[in-house]
């Protein structure tokens, strides 16, 4: 029922911003939690961030050291990622997931959510 659709993936240099976004097509999306995941070449999938149905809520995971942000419109069914001060290693594929929520709560366990994109490559070089 749900599809998401990531985009605003590519190449960059170390130190630059990139601003990544999520389409969402189904029905209530209003009522998912919205998280962002990466995976690089030989290592888990690991937390980016997410955010609760409302955008009240966050969960960032612990390697992001405040330089990402998500945020969600939903009145345009899309969420954001927005990715400043880029690294090396934060070269990965960048995965949506969506996550049906009864209350504005949010986790940041990718075997909780029930939709993932096909993801967006992010490339950063030195």
């Known amino acids: 029922q749900v599809q998401l659709v990531e985009s605003g993936g590519g190449p960059v240099q170390a130190g630059d911003s990139l601003r990544l976004a999520c389409a969402f097509s189904?029905?209530?999306?209003?009522?998912?939690?919205m998280g962002w995941f990466r995976q690089a070449p030989g290592k888990r999938r690991e937390l980016v961030a997410a955010?609760?149905?409302?955008?009240?809520?966050?969960y960032y995971g612990s390697s992001m050291n405040g330089r990402f942000t998500i945020s969600r419109d939903n009145a345009k069914n899309t969420v954001y990622l927005q990715m400043n001060l880029l690294k090396p290693e934060d070269t990965a594929v960048y995965y949506c997931?969506?996550?049906?929520?009864?209350?504005?709560?949010?986790?940041?366990?990718?075997?909780?959510?029930?939709?993932w994109g096909q993801g967006t490559q992010v490339t950063v070089s030195s």
């Open positions: 997931a969506a996550d049906w929520t009864a209350q504005d709560t949010v986790t940041g366990l990718p075997g909780q959510y029930d939709y």
């Open positions: 189904g029905d209530s999306f209003s009522s998912y939690a």
């Open positions: 955010l609760s149905r409302s955008g009240g809520n966050t």
